[in-house]
């Protein structure tokens, strides 16, 4: 991939001292993107190809290893961040690594799922705690990456007066639930802004969340809550709408009267809300 001459003075050097140096150093980094994507490219369609035989030869542990090693911790105190105006750039490229490992994970545990199911333990009732644990694993990784990535979207948010309200990716089907047992802070979120926008209604129970795709690009949030009430609880029903091509949500009645328009940002594996103030 590289030439001998920029390979050794690789060996050698840091990039900041070489970049000192070069004429064109933002032409030389654009050609290793290349070199790069070509080498990725082409590494693939081996895996791809090849006999296991050959594989096992090829991608070895100590290679990989030494390869994801060093996309994720490469020589962090050296590392040139770009746009010396851009003030996130380091904290970019931090949640990118972690969205890399995370990844990572999620490709290793699913494969390990597989192979668990299908040559250790065929019988769905004993393997489901196991793989229960494994998919719990790779959540984890998944809500690490939210974390970083949540200080960088609420100062964004300040920038263009919004305040973050929960991640729609992260709404996942529950019925007949108090919602002091409820735990995640999207799901919990999403209920108490339903109980707001509906009359500003405290919700004390979920009877339904109900989440499917109603087209390729659009997502409804469904809703039955239970709201508190003299003299009987009220029942708040509707839905949001997540357009995630047009970067709105909005949230309807049960008739699909629109009540309010948010906007959304599909990105880091989430479909982010946020409120215009």
Not at 58 to 73: A, C, G, P
Request: glycine content about 4%; hydrophobic content about 35%; charged content about 30%.
């Amino acid at each position: 991939m590289l030439q001998k001459d920029i390979r050794r003075r690789l060996l050698e050097h840091n990039w900041l001292d070489i970049k000192k140096k070069l004429s064109n150093p933002s032409q030389t980094l654009q050609r290793f993107k290349k070199q790069a994507d070509v080498t990725l490219n082409d590494l693939a369609l081996l895996a791809k190809k090849l006999p296991d035989d050959s594989l096992s030869k090829m991608f070895t542990q100590d290679n990989m290893r030494m390869l994801l090693r060093s996309i994720l911790y490469g020589n962090y105190d050296n590392i040139d961040y770009g746009d010396p105006e851009d003030q996130h750039t380091q904290v970019d490229y931090n949640i990118r690594r972690a969205q890399l490992a995370a990844l990572m994970t999620r490709t290793g545990i699913n494969f390990c799922i597989e192979q668990y199911e299908s040559r250790i333990e065929q019988n769905s009732v004993l393997s489901e705690p196991i793989i229960d644990q494994l998919k719990k694993a790779s959540r984890i990784c998944d809500e690490i990456v939210t974390k970083l990535y949540l200080p960088q979207m609420e100062l964004r948010a300040q920038k263009e007066n919004e305040i973050y309200l929960f991640d729609g990716a992260k709404i996942n089907d529950i019925f007949q639930t108090s919602l002091d047992k409820i735990r995640d802070e999207n799901i919990k979120n999403f209920v108490e802004l339903c109980g707001a926008e509906f009359g500003n209604f405290p919700i004390i129970k979920i009877e339904e969340i109900y989440v499917s795709w109603s087209s390729t690009n659009v997502m409804d949030i469904k809703f039955d809550l239970l709201a508190l009430e003299y003299p009987s609880n009220k029942h708040i029903k509707g839905f949001m709408s997540l357009g995630t091509e047009i970067n709105v949500a909005t949230l309807c009645d049960d008739t699909g009267q629109s009540l309010k328009d948010f906007v959304l940002r599909k990105e880091n594996n989430g479909y982010y809300i946020y409120e215009k103030v």
